[in-house]
């Protein structure tokens, strides 16, 4: 079974400064990997996703994520973080075929970005 | 604009009642997914639909039920077996369930027991 881990359920970091979201996984085969964000009482909006190709992938707002096979982990990251970034963040993976094209979720990471 | 559409923003469900969330996408997408979101928990599959006519239970699926006369709805019901309702509920919509792009998102509905 495939699963994804956000290990901290909350990231306080000052405006300005660089901000990472973990994310680790596990899935059969090659993963397809996205980030999205929450605002209260709102769908998700995509951030980004890794499908193939270079391991860092840009994405909207200036985020960006690393993807590394080895550590299976795909981390958010942001060079200077703004307070409108504060929100809930969440990882999720899916396989190639079968059940595994499901979308699995992590658990959400709630990001604070101090004035 | 394309999107998804979900209605009622808030509703309210008494005991031994079976209440229905719409969700509505304009995207001409084949495959629709349910959500259930609990604080701490993230999104959870309840149901998800592949195209017209057909649909599959997710990893919570007791306790409700779904239906896919449309191809551009994809109503949920959530029935008086459903013990522990309350909960924000999330539908997506995807091309088609191969598609390697992201799932596109309602602005979700809120339940709660009164």
């Known amino acids: 079974a495939q699963s994804v881990a956000q290990p901290e359920d909350q990231v306080n970091v000052a405006e300005g400064n660089p901000l990472t979201v973990k994310c680790t996984y596990s899935v059969s085969g090659n993963p397809y990997l996205f980030w999205y964000v929450q605002y209260p009482n709102r769908g998700l909006q995509f951030l980004l996703k890794y499908i193939t190709g270079d391991n860092l992938v840009k994405g909207s707002y200036g985020f960006e994520a690393e993807f590394n096979k080895s550590q299976t982990s795909f981390h958010l990251k942001k060079p200077s973080a703004l307070v409108s970034d504060s929100a809930l963040y969440f990882c999720?993976?899916?396989?190639?075929?079968?059940?595994?094209?499901?979308?699995?979720f992590g658990s959400g990471t709630q990001l604070t970005v101090l004035p | 604009d394309g999107g998804i559409t979900q209605s009622p923003k808030y509703l309210f469900r008494k005991e031994g009642q079976n209440v229905t969330l719409s969700c509505e996408q304009n995207l001409n997408h084949d495959a629709m997914y349910w959500y259930r979101q609990d604080p701490g928990q993230g999104l959870r599959l309840i149901y998800y639909?592949?195209?017209?006519?057909?649909?599959q239970k997710g990893d919570i699926a007791e306790g409700y039920s779904v239906s896919r006369e449309k191809k551009e709805s994809f109503p949920l019901t959530v029935t008086s077996a459903q013990k522990n309702p309350t909960a924000f509920y999330l539908c997506?919509?995807?091309?088609?369930?191969?598609?390697?792009?992201?799932?596109?998102f309602g602005d979700g509905t809120r339940l709660s027991i009164l």
């Open positions: 639909s592949q195209i017209v006519n057909d649909f």
């Open positions: 997506a919509s995807l091309r088609d369930i191969t598609s390697n792009q992201p799932q596109h």
């Open positions: 999720a993976v899916r396989g190639a075929s079968g059940s595994a094209r499901q979308l699995t």
